[in-house]
């Protein structure tokens, strides 16, 4: 996992219907009740809405004070943003679906324009939810709306640098490392506190926001780096936990900078044996590994410059054989391109870089939908800094040439200029819990493996773990039967034995 997160969900889900919205207040009401506790004990703010709320459904708004510092009593709060999608029922249940996003980094409202768009898809994709209880939204600390503002638009600005050709190692170097710095230093004359951005605190934040709306006990439904919130709730206050649904599973006691080469191989490892079991693909595509590996070597050694996007996202590229990897990697991390990744693999084998070109990724740290300053404090404090240099060479040497992938990851060049804080090694422990878990994984997931999942849940002793062999990152982001399973087991705590037949499928490979 790099230093910048995958994408947030819904982001990659699928389109929404186009539903009819009416500008809303605070609340609108249609019948249906949500009780906030005694105003001794409340901490959330009613306030106005940021999207529009379609006819027919009701949302409640505002913000919820979390103390800045946890280890100081008389510490300054924050303002989080909240936004509870109500129940159809006439009672809802107790038990809210309280909803944990990816990243670190990530809203789930998105921000800008994209908004209204986002919560179309998130009422669309809440209501079987939204039929027996209430769901909560929110911006952890430091994203989005949130307080603090940690984005660091220096870095967008590197980013938005085009030239007629690549910059040089060097030259990014540079350009990252004044952006890094400059933005640490503007967030630390604004009195932010860097090391206050943390797995436990994101947890102690999300279960703060549940007790000031009233929920003694919440159903969590959490996708990416949100699953590793999620476990540490579990692990700190899992009484207060009714069910879990983790979709694609970041378990506390794996370091994904230590198992990036890895990673990288389990992935194609998956694809070229799929495309070989295929004879449709194998007929399509044969030797497709043997020329795959031709492809990266012959780039490693003579990487081609190449120009991708349109007018709009144009952009010079090196095609090295580590970006060649990476590119791949990031088709498959999207459910809807594995498909095509053979046929794109084929096409840049044959010179024609283009199609793979476009997934390949940008070579600059900066990204206006992620808070770049909250990743780099979890990722630093987490990941980048507690991770093993010995055992990231020896995966690197033992899943050769996979490990290119990660020969120009900024991680720990910007972990040696950024304030994070220290990691507790209880932190990296196996999380044990009794609660009812169902846990999702993509075969192709080439960020969160299911053998992640299998690994968390081995002290979840009433867990389900359910596999699907032709998706990838974000499970129900892609498979309408992933949704249906977690709605089902937020229902009754468990989902039949025969729950979504199809997911053993493999994908339907694209052939020309």
Aim: hydrophobic share 45%; charged share 25%; aromatic share 6%.
């Amino acid at each position: 996992m790099s230093i910048l997160p995958p994408p947030a969900w819904p982001t990659v889900a699928r389109s929404a219907r186009k539903l009819r919205v009416a500008v809303t207040a605070t609340v609108v009401a249609v019948g249906m009740s949500w009780s906030l506790p005694a105003a001794a004990e409340a901490r959330f703010t009613p306030g106005p809405c940021w999207f529009t709320v379609p006819d027919g459904e009701a949302a409640l708004c505002g913000t919820v004070a979390v103390p800045e510092r946890r280890d100081r009593p008389n510490s300054r709060s924050l303002r989080l943003p909240v936004a509870v999608l109500l129940s159809t029922a006439r009672q809802p249940a107790p038990d809210p679906v309280l909803f944990l996003e990816g990243g670190p980094g990530a809203s789930p409202f998105g921000s800008g324009e994209a908004t209204e768009e986002r919560m179309e898809v998130w009422w669309e994709l809440s209501a079987p939810f939204r039929r027996t209880r209430n769901m909560i939204l929110f911006d952890p600390r430091g994203v989005g709306r949130a307080e603090p503002d940690t984005d660091c638009p220096e870095l967008d600005a590197v980013g938005a640098t085009r030239g007629t050709k690549p910059l040089t190692r060097e030259q990014r170097t540079a350009a990252e490392r004044a952006a890094v710095g400059a933005c640490a230093a503007r967030l630390e004359a604004a009195g932010l506190d860097t090391t206050q951005f943390s797995t436990p605190v994101a947890a102690e934040d999300a279960l703060d926001i549940a007790t000031a709306l009233g929920a003694q006990r919440v159903n969590l439904f959490a996708v990416s780096y949100g699953t590793r919130v999620g476990l540490e709730i579990l692990r700190r206050q899992g009484g207060r936990v009714r069910t879990a649904v983790f979709d694609s599973v970041y378990p506390p006691d794996v370091n994904a900078q230590e198992e990036t080469a890895w990673l990288a191989q389990r992935a194609y490892r998956r694809l070229f044996d799929d495309c070989a079991a295929s004879r449709t693909c194998r007929s399509a595509f044969p030797d497709l590994e043997k020329r795959f590996l031709g492809l990266v070597e012959r780039l490693d050694r003579n990487p081609v410059d190449i120009v991708a996007g349109d007018h709009e996202t144009r952009r010079v590229l090196r095609m090295t054989g580590g970006a060649v990897i990476a590119a791949g990697l990031e088709a498959m991390a999207i459910s809807e391109a594995v498909p095509a990744v053979p046929i794109m693999i084929d096409r840049a084998a044959r010179g024609q870089y283009a199609a793979l070109a476009e997934w390949a990724p940008t070579n600059w740290l900066g990204d206006p939908e992620i808070a770049d300053g909250l990743a780099f404090s979890v990722e630093c404090r987490e990941s980048v800094n507690t991770a093993d240099p010995l055992k990231r060479a020896d995966t690197a040497r033992r899943n050769a040439p996979y490990g290119l992938v990660a020969v120009d990851d900024p991680g720990q060049r910007v972990c040696r200029l950024w304030p994070a804080g220290h990691q507790d090694l209880a932190e990296r422990l196996p999380v044990a819990s009794a609660v009812p878990a169902l846990l999702l994984s993509g075969a192709y997931d080439p960020v969160t493996p299911p053998e992640w999942g299998d690994r968390a849940a081995a002290t979840l002793p009433k867990s389900r773990h359910l596999v699907f062999r032709a998706a990838s990152h974000i499970v129900t982001s892609s498979e309408d039967c992933a949704m249906a399973a977690a709605v089902t087991f937020v229902e009754q705590e468990s989902v039949p034995a025969t729950a979504c037949p199809g997911a053993a499928k493999p994908p339907l490979f694209e052939v020309p």
